[in-house]
């Protein structure tokens, strides 16, 4: 079993950064992809951006954060990044870490998720 931690959330003002960080234990287990998710109250998780670490070297991002928000991997550290800037009161959710297993890769069912973490941005 994959475990995803986050850390980092908080509250800033509009225009202000935050970065998110994901450490990631595998046990073994082969991820195929990661990406980050994030849920407002009331409304429906959606994709925020994704990395695939398999080498592909090829990222997503949501088109309301493409230029803001920048996904990336530290192998070192086992850590799944997201630096986010420019920040605005849309982008005020819960945020999640998830990550695609190898097994997976046909389906691109995300296995595995973190507990989340807040974002808050105040106008």
């Known amino acids: ?3 995803l931690v ?3 959330g908080g509250s800033v003002q509009t ?5 998110l960080s994901c450490t990631f234990t595998t046990y073994g287990y082969t991820i195929y992809s990661m ?3 994030r849920q ?3 409304k429906q998780r959606e994709g925020v951006a994704r990395l695939y ?5 090829s990222t997503w991002y949501l088109a309301s954060v493409e230029g803001r928000f920048t996904i990336s991997l530290d192998n070192a550290k086992n850590t799944l990044n997201l630096q986010m800037t420019s920040l605005k ?3 005020t959710a819960m945020y999640y870490c998830a990550a695609v297993d190898i097994n997976d890769y046909h389906t691109g069912n995300w296995r595995y998720w973190g507990q989340g973490t807040q974002v808050t941005v105040a106008s």
């Open 53 to 57: 670490p398999s080498g592909l070297g």
């Open 1 to 3: 079993q994959v475990q």
């Open 6 to 8: 986050e850390s980092g």
């Open 35 to 37: 990406g980050w998710f």
């Open 15 to 19: 225009g202000g950064s935050l970065r």
């Open 89 to 91: 009161p849309d982008d």
């Open 40 to 42: 407002a109250p009331g």
